[in-house]
């Protein structure tokens, strides 16, 4: 074997036949396979430009290293290779990939990605992943590359009549849309709405029943207060000269959000929806916290009727029609949260949400903002940028938190798709702001 960077047996092979490299066995294709990447990578350097370079003897070198390491369940050889010399596709001209080898093959490729950084490179890798994918039948594993692609062609092609696929397994690669918030549209209406996780409430609520967690729980169910007023401790606690003092109002705070989350998507608790008369200020839980609390706890409806638009919105109404800012802030920020990863036709949350963009009120301004990016996360939706752009690009009497909060909003709402026009608009901002804007926090 030929000493390390010599290229011996590249340079003996190149003068000599440039087929049945097989025969020569398995270290010497390893070696000449190492090799002709040096050389490809030294000759791409050399040339002025890729097109200006001839590497055709190399690549047929490949073509005849890279089926034999297939076959001999090398995988990772031959993608390294056809990598090194930026013709991966040509892995699904060799007709080397079949149901034993294309998992490996695949996972690999997809591996590769995170450690590529030419967007051209990463691109052809996850094309290739996804072709196949599709020639082998695995559609679910096909569409989560094209959703890494971001490929609205790919996914359209995916959900086509063209390949055949059946409607149940149609459904199942809508589902996986719906869980990462795709803002694709299809033309059938039943899919379209599992898209839009328009079913999403429903489905969680049955699961629920059938594991029998539907009875609402209380922060001291989660506090386990009966232990800790029973026992040694609460002996010796009652014996102490300590004067405590609770705060009744941090209390209240820490058992909405407590209240929040373990009956989040239940559509019932018993702290909020206990009261039958909520206008009853002294015995509703809302009015037990003060200021910022009193926010928190109507927004945690929206935790409670997460994804369930008709019943959440019908009780955060009540809410809008209370003369504290507070508590409409607070509604307008359970607005966005019940409407979060939900696509609906009739967008009700766009409609409630950018009535109180021009409300006199700052903290209802700002919690409408925010209810915007929370609803819209992902969605790419062109209404929300019409609603938010003139909030963050306003200069003359705008408040600078709700500026910055507009701007985040549009970050969730754009998130990953490099909008220029709302980059454009943040840099300008930025450089428009005035000291007292930029030290006032």
């Given at each position: 074997?030929?000493?390390?960077?010599?290229?011996?047996?590249?340079?003996?092979?190149?003068?000599?036949?440039?087929?049945?490299?097989?025969?020569?066995?398995?270290?010497?294709?390893?070696?000449?396979?190492?090799?002709?990447?040096?050389?490809?990578?030294?000759?791409?350097?050399?040339?002025?430009?890729?097109?200006?370079?001839?590497?055709?003897?190399?690549?047929?070198?490949?073509?005849?290293?890279?089926?034999?390491?297939?076959?001999?369940?090398?995988?990772?050889?031959?993608?390294?290779?056809?990598?090194?010399?930026?013709?991966?596709?040509?892995?699904?001209?060799?007709?080397?990939?079949?149901?034993?080898?294309?998992?490996?093959?695949?996972?690999?490729?997809?591996?590769?990605?995170?450690?590529?950084?030419?967007?051209?490179?990463?691109?052809?890798?996850?094309?290739?992943?996804?072709?196949?994918?599709?020639?082998?039948?695995?559609?679910?594993?096909?569409?989560?590359?094209?959703?890494?692609?971001?490929?609205?062609?790919?996914?359209?092609?995916?959900?086509?009549d063209e390949l055949d696929i059946p409607l149940i397994l149609k459904k199942q690669l809508c589902y996986i849309?719906?869980?990462?918030?795709?803002?694709?549209?299809?033309?059938?209406?039943?899919?379209?709405?599992?898209?839009?996780?328009?079913?999403?409430?429903?489905?969680?609520?049955?699961?629920?029943?059938?594991?029998?967690?539907?009875?609402?729980?209380?922060?001291?169910?989660?506090?386990?207060?009966?232990?800790?007023?029973?026992?040694?401790?609460?002996?010796?606690?009652?014996?102490?000269?300590?004067?405590?003092?609770?705060?009744?109002?941090?209390?209240?705070?820490?058992?909405?959000?407590?209240?929040a989350f373990v009956n989040s998507g239940y559509n019932n608790d018993k702290l909020l929806l206990d009261d039958?008369?909520?206008?009853?200020?002294?015995?509703?839980?809302?009015?037990?916290?003060?200021?910022?609390?009193?926010?928190?706890?109507?927004?945690?409806?929206?935790?409670?009727?997460?994804?369930?638009?008709?019943?959440?919105?019908?009780?955060?109404?009540?809410?809008?029609?209370?003369?504290?800012?507070?508590?409409?802030?607070?509604?307008?920020?359970?607005?966005?949260?019940?409407?979060?990863?939900?696509?609906?036709?009739?967008?009700?949350?766009?409609?409630?949400?950018?009535?109180?963009?021009?409300?006199?009120?700052?903290?209802?301004?700002?919690?409408?903002?925010?209810?915007?990016?929370?609803?819209?996360?992902?969605?790419?939706?062109?209404?929300?940028?019409?609603?938010?752009?003139?909030?963050?690009?306003?200069?003359?009497?705008?408040?600078?938190?709700?500026?910055?909060?507009?701007?985040?909003?549009?970050?969730?709402?754009?998130?990953?798709?490099?909008?220029d026009e709302i980059s454009g608009v943040l840099i300008q901002r930025l450089m428009e702001a005035s000291d007292?804007?930029?030290?006032?926090?």
């Amino acid at each position: 074997m030929a000493e390390s960077g010599s290229r011996e047996s590249l340079s003996f092979k190149l003068q000599g036949s440039k087929v049945d490299i097989s025969s020569w066995g398995h270290e010497y294709v390893r070696s000449l396979a190492g090799e002709i990447s040096e050389a490809y990578n030294q000759r791409i350097l050399e040339g002025l430009s890729d097109e200006d370079v001839d590497v055709s003897d190399l690549i047929t070198l490949v073509d005849d290293i890279v089926p034999f390491q297939m076959k001999h369940n090398a995988e990772v050889d031959a993608v390294d290779l056809l990598v090194e010399v930026q013709r991966i596709t040509k892995i699904l001209d060799y007709n080397v990939i079949d149901d034993r080898n294309y998992e490996r093959v695949c996972l690999y490729i997809l591996r590769l990605c995170d450690y590529i950084a030419d967007p051209d490179d990463i691109e052809s890798l996850y094309s290739t992943s996804y072709s196949i994918y599709l020639q082998q039948g695995k559609y679910t594993d096909a569409l989560r590359v094209a959703i890494r692609l971001d490929d609205e062609e790919k996914i359209s092609h995916l959900l086509s009549d063209e390949l055949d696929i059946p409607l149940i397994l149609k459904k199942q690669l809508c589902y996986i849309l719906a869980k990462h918030k795709s803002y694709y549209v299809h033309e059938s209406e039943e899919l379209n709405e599992i898209i839009g996780n328009n079913h999403l409430s429903d489905q969680f609520i049955s699961i629920a029943r059938s594991m029998d967690l539907l009875e609402p729980k209380l922060p001291d169910d989660i506090y386990k207060t009966h232990l800790i007023n029973s026992g040694p401790s609460a002996r010796r606690k009652a014996n102490s000269n300590a004067n405590t003092v609770t705060d009744s109002a941090r209390g209240n705070l820490a058992g909405t959000f407590v209240n929040a989350f373990v009956n989040s998507g239940y559509n019932n608790d018993k702290l909020l929806l206990d009261d039958t008369n909520i206008s009853n200020t002294s015995s509703n839980w809302v009015f037990k916290n003060k200021d910022h609390g009193m926010i928190s706890a109507v927004a945690s409806l929206g935790m409670i009727y997460l994804w369930n638009i008709d019943e959440g919105f019908s009780q955060l109404d009540k809410y809008f029609h209370f003369t504290d800012d507070n508590v409409k802030a607070g509604a307008c920020l359970g607005i966005g949260i019940v409407a979060s990863g939900i696509r609906n036709e009739s967008d009700p949350s766009l409609a409630i949400l950018t009535e109180y963009l021009d409300d006199k009120a700052h903290i209802i301004r700002l919690n409408a903002i925010i209810g915007l990016g929370i609803a819209y996360a992902g969605s790419r939706k062109s209404e929300v940028l019409e609603q938010l752009i003139p909030v963050v690009s306003a200069i003359d009497g705008s408040n600078i938190i709700e500026v910055s909060f507009a701007a985040l909003s549009l970050g969730l709402v754009f998130v990953g798709t490099c909008n220029d026009e709302i980059s454009g608009v943040l840099i300008q901002r930025l450089m428009e702001a005035s000291d007292t804007e930029l030290n006032s926090w």
